[in-house]
């Protein structure tokens, strides 16, 4: 069982940067692959950045290619996603996901745990 925690959202100039954590509970964090997911109002939650538990395979949607970057600290149970470069339509609640498999998955389904979101406004 993994219980995940996300903190670091918030409102933000177009342009601007923000790092999110999430902060897992439980002894076996650092063998669950870990995904970063959106979701905007009206939409559907849509895949954004996955990392595997050794850190050397990551995963990212092509609308945050280059702007976002995903990494973990498995000392401290925590998975990060820096976006820089932030734009109007990254605005929505960004939700932490780990995954039972050792292939990094961009697919909800694959994802057992979420966290309970943290919201990321930015302003043009």
């Known amino acids: 069982q993994v219980q995940l925690v996300e903190s670091g959202g918030g409102l933000v100039q177009a342009g601007g940067s923000l790092r999110l954590s999430c902060a897992a509970s439980?002894?076996?964090?650092?063998?669950?692959?870990m995904g970063w997911f959106r979701q905007a109002p009206g939409k559907e939650r849509e895949f954004v950045a996955a990392?595997?538990?050794?850190?050397?395979?990551?995963r990212y949607a092509d609308s945050v290619k280059g702007r976002f970057t995903i990494s973990r600290d498995n000392a401290k149970n925590t998975t990060y996603l820096q976006i820089d470069s932030l734009k109007p339509e990254d605005t929505a609640v960004y939700y932490c996901?780990?995954?039972?498999?050792?292939?990094?998955?961009?697919?909800?389904?694959?994802?057992?745990?979420w966290g309970q979101g943290t919201q990321v406004t930015v302003s043009s």
């Open positions: 996901a780990a995954s039972r498999f050792a292939v990094v998955s961009i697919s909800r389904v694959n994802y057992a745990y």
């Open positions: 439980g002894r076996t964090f650092s063998s669950y692959s």
């Open positions: 990392i595997n538990w050794s850190e050397d395979v990551t």
